[in-house]
């Protein structure tokens, strides 16, 4: 088996591709460390038992792994990319039903305006930042404050503020003239 890697715009994070399907069903799952895994997925939990992985993101076709400021990818990628490889050639599940995000409620009145924002996430945000190894969601709107989560490489990127401020704030605030701000949610 053949697993592709790609750098990230977060040194601590590399974005490795299997060539085949990850998440399935699930979409984008964010383990921010390996007590969050709590026997939702059997790879994050090996991933985790590595010296240095410090964070874990799936989406439907990458996994992410971020780690620790004192490891050196020259030790750590060759056992991720081990670990990734068993689990894969194993035929495991690679995570167990129940792992999605949580949003907030929406007020009545505001179906449209969330619509509006999670095709603009889908359509135009999401694959740019899936490139880089990291998903953003929606989490919730309420009176024109968007709240969005960065995941995978984008939630420990330095750039990640400045990407929804600068990027994703302007454009949906372009076309949704409703939206008064974009605020991030940390996990």
Known sequence: MFIETEG?????????????????????????????VSGRS????????LPGVSRVFMGSDFVSVTKADSEDWSELKPLVL???VDHFVSGRP?????????????????EEI????????????????????????????????VRLSMQGACSGCPS??????????????????EIVSVEQVVD
């Open 114 to 145: 969330v619509q509006q924002i999670k095709e603009l996430l889908e359509t135009r945000v999401r694959p740019a930042v899936a490139s880089d190894g990291g998903d953003i969601v929606f989490r919730g709107y309420r009176e024109g404050i």
């Open 160 to 177: 990640s503020g400045a990407t929804l401020k600068h990027g994703v704030e302007n454009m949906l605030r372009h076309y949704v003239p």
């Open 42 to 49: 059997l790879l994050a939990e090996a991933l985790f038992e």
């Open 94 to 110: 690679t995570v167990e039903a129940g792992a999605a995000s949580v949003e907030d409620p929406v007020a009545p009145g505001d």
């Open 82 to 84: 081990s670990s990734l």
């Open 8 to 36: 990230t715009p977060n040194p601590n994070t590399l974005k490795f591709l299997p060539g085949r399907d990850v998440t399935g069903e699930a979409g984008t799952i964010d383990f921010i460390d390996a007590d969050a």
